[in-house]
């Protein structure tokens, strides 16, 4: 297998790790959802989870699982 090869494979195999982790951290995931529905809302005390999980109904596929995957921790 040539460096080139070997390379390609191991950006391919970060940037797949990188989405997963992405998706199941609500900070990433969310991003763009706080942006749009809670950007007012000062960090601490729960209080951006609270907001986003009021607006879960239009949250984005990646946010909502996210906050799921974190409230059954």
Do not use: W
Not at 27 to 39: M, N, P, S, V
């Amino acid at each position: 297998m040539s460096k080139l090869n070997f390379a390609a494979i191991v950006v391919a195999v970060a940037l797949s790790g990188l989405a997963s982790a992405q998706s199941s951290d609500p900070r990433g995931a969310c991003k763009a959802d706080y942006d749009k529905f809670c950007a007012g809302i000062a960090p601490g005390g729960g209080r951006i989870v609270a907001c986003l999980s009021e607006k879960h109904d239009q949250l984005s596929a990646t946010c909502k699982s996210a906050l799921d995957n974190r409230k059954k921790k």
